[in-house]
């Protein structure tokens, strides 16, 4: 089992840049694949990225493709998004996740991870 915290959300200008950070405790970090979720007032969660337990392989929702980086540093227990160019309509609440442990890579689907973050609100503004 692992606890998942989230951090670095704000509020920021378009065009602007947010590192967001999600720190995990308990069983080591590099044990799950991990997703980056985002919910926006009104709308279902949607996937944004995912990353491999190892590292080596990740994958970017099209909305943010080219835009943002999702890295991770199992020495720290740390998944990152990097977010650049940020847009309006990248406002959300964005969470982060992670699969069961038998899973080595990530997932398009909100269903198929197993724990979750609290959520840290990432606001753009014009």
């Known amino acids: 089992q692992v606890q998942l915290v989230e951090s670095g959300g704000g509020l920021v200008q378009a065009g602007g840049s947010l590192r967001l950070a999600c720190a995990a405790s308990g069983r080591t970090f590099s044990t799950y694949a991990v997703g980056w979720f985002r919910q926006a007032p009104g709308k279902e969660r949607l996937f944004v990225s995912t990353i491999s337990r190892s590292g080596s392989s990740t994958y970017y929702a099209d909305s943010v493709k080219g835009r943002f980086t999702i890295s991770r540093d199992n020495a720290k227990n740390t998944v990152y998004l990097q977010m650049n160019s940020l847009k309006l309509e990248d406002t959300a609440v964005y969470y982060c996740?992670?699969?069961?442990?038998?899973?080595?890579?990530?997932?398009?689907?909100?269903?198929?991870?197993?724990?979750w973050g609290q959520g840290t609100q990432v606001t753009v503004s014009s």
């Open positions: 996740a992670a699969r069961a442990r038998t899973y080595s890579s990530g997932s398009y689907y909100r269903n198929e991870y197993a724990y």
